[in-house]
């Protein structure tokens, strides 16, 4: 059983920045391809992020390449997403997700582990 626990969300302005982390209870990390997900309310949960299993390729939607970044640690079993340039758009509650087969995938579906998810709320 994967347990993912997110943490580092809050409130912060237009333009400032974020780091969220995402601790995994797994024996090896580098087992799983992570993702990073979020929902705005009223919203479906949207796609943000993928890394593989070694970090060497990731993926980013469209609305956040070029200000944010994936990147994992497997040796401390947690995943990273750096978020700059904050925009108003980008306030929802962020979600990590974990399969073993799954890489780069952008429909939720496919990831069969969750976190419960960090608030982020980016204030104009």
């Known amino acids: 059983q994967v347990q993912l626990v997110e943490s580092g969300g809050g409130l912060v302005q237009v333009g400032g920045s974020l780091r969220l982390a995402c601790t995994a209870s797994?024996?090896?990390?580098?087992?799983?391809?992570m993702a990073w997900f979020r929902q705005a309310p009223g919203k479906e949960r949207e796609f943000v992020a993928a890394i593989n299993w070694g970090g060497g390729s990731t993926l980013y939607a469209d609305s956040v390449k070029g200000r944010f970044t994936i990147s994992r640690d497997n040796a401390k079993n947690t995943l990273y997403l750096q978020m700059n340039s904050l925009k108003p758009e980008d306030t929802a509650v962020y979600y990590c997700?974990?399969?073993?087969?799954?890489?780069?995938?952008?429909?939720?579906?496919?990831?069969?582990?969750w976190g419960q998810g960090t608030p982020v709320t980016v204030s104009s």
């Open positions: 997700a974990a399969d073993r087969t799954t890489w780069g995938s952008h429909r939720a579906g496919r990831y069969g582990y």
């Open positions: 797994v024996r090896t990390l580098g087992s799983y391809a």
